[in-house]
């Protein structure tokens, strides 16, 4: 019998990350039509379907606006737009693995039943919060047009670079807790629960240099958050170097952006190499486990 | 012959939790008290299935089966040693293939396709075979939630055989759904057999597996126990069987004495035994003659006793029942040991291990003792007729021009 390039497949308790990421790239489809499922089944049986995707951001938007802006007085002029351009890093964030978390638990019909390589499932969750944060640039970039605002034109290359950090690192915190939710159904709580108070603790309603004051200038301490560099790249990339004096830190500029960048690419790339090793050595038994 | 499914060394072991923390809450409170023992599924198991063959797995519940075969599908990871599969693999397991609930059976058949590898314009050449073999045509935007389980098995099978895959795998699904969606999968998988495709099929029914396979494989506890011709699978297959059948030394008046009747142990059964025509075989053919010869004892004298005997074929149907009384047979009184032989002159059964249970009580149905189908005898019937029982039948070609069904 000739010998056809067929799609030939091991299964061993061995898997090697090469291995995994091949087998991930060969399902790109797969990870597509998830993606696209997701986000169909999300809106599926609401009455304002995909609008919801940006009420809700929109929502926090305006609460933000009048608790910030309005009632304590913030003093961070159009803050709308300087909320936005961090909030939008954070949304996509939260709900990646919010998402994510529970991903391999939700397809467990899926698990049980077929194979395919499970990292695709926390990725699917990944995938489709991009989508929403394309849609809430969107909204923003519409705004930036319209108030014709001063972008940060210097610090906009940057942005490719800070958005692939940014999924990379969703990605495999996702990929580590979807699995660990598998054998601790608790842990989509707990993930809840650290990412609020993580969203406090990263510069998002309130500008970098109070948090640097309140620090006493350690901003070391303020850039071990891997997300706090992220979302200061949009920011300044973004809202760029407004007001009098300026919200973003006046005497920063791309190269200590880029500094920053390339530390959280390395912390980002160590991440993800341990949550696929974690991954690949768990999914084994998940089918067992569900 | 190249191996489409290669075993090799597969060893898998599950872990059976005493008491399973499944919070983290618990985890850190208990923390390294999390107790379980190993559970051996599958043991050094090797086995080549050869592209274009198809193989039956038989064992009873538990033996392990239905795990090898989620490990051929990748389902599960193997403890130890590996499976390698050459060429496009889909599978049908317990209740259908994987979906999602929430979504519509279109975007199932969709995103099962995409999990087999296909690309979305591959799908769309074969939606409507699938959508018609599973005869969903109106239900087919419907979330699946809302099928019944017949829909839901139909859907699985019907995409698992039109995504063209060279290698399947069924669990037992082809024993569900009605009969007429029955026959349907039973044809395609016959033309898979043709097309020379590999199918690998769980069952623990030894008669279909003779009837479809080239070869099989039987397992006991996790090992194989036999590989290879499907009759000489089965019989070993039956044989142990047979032995895992009978009872322990003092295992069965342990069990009879739960159902504690007034009368109980007055009369004891002591043996029962089947006398096969042909002494040399162990199973009876179709027409031959058995004997079932029973051993009963009576410490006290007991004047009203009746023997019954029942038949049960493997899905657990009664087959034939009677006892003496019906028979209009008086046996007097009973006394110290004697035997009650039930003779089949001419048994009209096909294929298949039966089970016999052996009653003994009054006239008014009160038990001294009863055998649940701790008996079995085979039927090694010899020619291809398929089915229960025997029926005469004789068959001849009409004349040209007579229609003999409306001749009358």
Redesign the interface.
């Given at each position: 019998?000739a010998?056809i390039a067929?799609?030939?497949?091991?299964?061993?308790?061995r898997t090697t990350m090469v291995g995994q990421i091949r087998e991930i790239a060969?399902?790109h489809?797969?990870l597509l039509?998830?993606v696209r499922?997701e986000l169909?089944?999300k809106y599926?049986a609401s009455a304002l379907g995909f609008a919801w995707s940006l009420l809700n951001p929109a929502m926090y938007l305006v609460v933000f606006y009048i608790a910030f802006d309005v009632i304590l007085g913030g003093g961070i002029p159009r803050f709308p737009i300087y909320l936005l351009s961090g909030l939008l890093v954070w949304n996509f964030f939260t709900a990646a693995l919010n998402s994510g978390t529970g991903s391999v638990v939700a397809?467990s019909?899926?698990?049980?039943?077929?194979?395919?390589p499970r990292e695709i499932l926390p990725l699917a969750s990944v995938g489709a919060a991009l989508v929403h944060f394309f849609l809430q640039l969107l909204v923003l970039i519409g705004a930036l047009v319209l108030l014709r605002h001063p972008v940060g034109w210097a610090e906009l290359p940057l942005l490719p670079l800070a958005l692939a950090d940014l999924i990379l690192l969703a990605a495999g915190l996702a990929l580590l807790f979807s699995v660990a939710n598998v054998?601790?159904?608790?842990?989509a709580h707990?993930v809840e629960l650290a990412l609020l108070a993580w969203f406090w603790v990263t510069p998002i309603v309130y500008p970098f240099t109070q948090l640097n004051k309140a620090l006493r200038g350690h901003s070391i301490i303020a850039l071990a958050n891997p997300v706090t560099p992220l979302v200061l790249t949009f920011q300044r990339a973004l809202y760029g170097e407004f007001g009098k004096p300026p919200v973003m830190p006046p005497n920063l500029h791309f190269t200590w952006y880029l500094r920053n960048l390339a530390l959280v690419t390395v912390a980002v790339f160590v991440l993800l190499a341990i949550a696929l090793r974690v991954f690949g050595r768990l999914?084994?038994?998940l089918?067992?486990e569900l | 012959?190249?191996a489409a499914i290669e075993v090799d060394q597969l060893t898998k072991q599950?872990?059976l939790y005493k008491e399973k923390?499944?919070?983290?809450?618990e985890?850190i409170l208990r923390f390294r008290r999390v107790r379980w023992e190993p559970f051996t599924a599958l043991d050094d198991i090797r086995m080549d299935i050869e592209?274009g063959t198809t193989v039956g797995l038989l064992g009873h519940n538990g033996s392990g089966k239905s795990t090898l075969l989620?490990?051929?599908?990748?389902?599960?990871?193997?403890?130890?040693?590996?499976?390698?599969?050459?060429?496009?693999?889909a599978?049908l397991?317990?209740l259908?293939?994987?979906?999602?609930?929430?979504?519509s059976g279109r975007?199932n058949v969709?995103?099962?396709g995409?999990?087999?590898?296909?690309?979305?314009v591959e799908v769309d050449r074969v939606f409507d075979d699938i959508v018609g073999f599973a005869e969903l045509e109106q239900f087919i935007d419907t979330p699946v939630k809302h099928y019944s389980s017949g829909m839901y098995i139909r859907l699985g099978f019907a995409v698992a055989i039109n995504v063209d895959p060279?290698i399947l795998l069924v669990d037992e699904v082809l024993s569900v759904g009605d009969e007429a969606f029955q026959r349907k999968c039973i044809d395609k998988v016959r033309a898979f057999q043709a097309e020379g495709r590999t199918i690998v099929v769980v069952s623990h029914a030894a008669d279909m597996v003779r009837q479809m396979c080239d070869k099989a494989a039987a397992l006991e506890h996790g090992k194989l126990v036999a590989n290879g011709d499907p009759n000489e699978v089965i019989r070993e297959f039956r044989e142990r069987l047979l032995k895992s059948a009978m009872p322990a030394e003092d295992m069965s008046p342990e069990l009879a004495r739960s159902e504690m009747s007034p009368m109980w142990g007055r009369v004891k059964i002591t043996d029962a035994r089947v006398v096969y025509a042909d002494e040399d075989r162990d199973a009876v053919a179709p027409g031959e003659s058995m004997q079932v010869v029973i051993s009963l004892e009576a410490p006290d004298p007991v004047s009203d006793v009746v023997v019954a005997i029942a038949v049960y074929g493997s899905m657990g149907w009664l087959v034939f029942g009677t006892n003496t009384q019906v028979h209009g047979m008086d046996l007097g009184t009973i006394e110290g040991h004697r035997t009650v032989t039930f003779d089949f002159p001419d048994v009209p059964l096909l294929d298949g291990t039966y089970a016999l249970t052996i009653g003994v009580h009054t006239l008014g149905g009160l038990v001294y003792d009863s055998w649940e189908q701790l008996r079995r005898f085979e039927v090694a019937a010899p020619g291809r007729d398929i089915g229960l029982v025997r029926m005469p039948v004789s068959i001849r070609l009409n004349e040209p021009g007579v229609d003999a069904g409306r001749s009358q």
């Open positions: 019998m010998e067929a799609p030939g497949r091991t299964f061993t308790h060969a399902h489809e797969l039509n998830l499922l169909k089944a599926k397809g019909g899926l698990v049980k039943k077929v194979w395919f054998y601790l159904r608790d842990m707990f999914e084994g038994n089918a067992e | 012959m190249a599950f872990k923390p499944s919070s983290l809450k985890r592209a989620k490990c051929m599908a990748g389902i599960l990871q193997p403890t130890s040693g590996c499976v390698r599969t050459v060429g496009r693999m599978a397991l317990e259908g293939a994987g979906f999602h609930p929430e979504l975007e969709y995103l099962n995409s999990i087999l590898g296909l690309k979305k060279e």
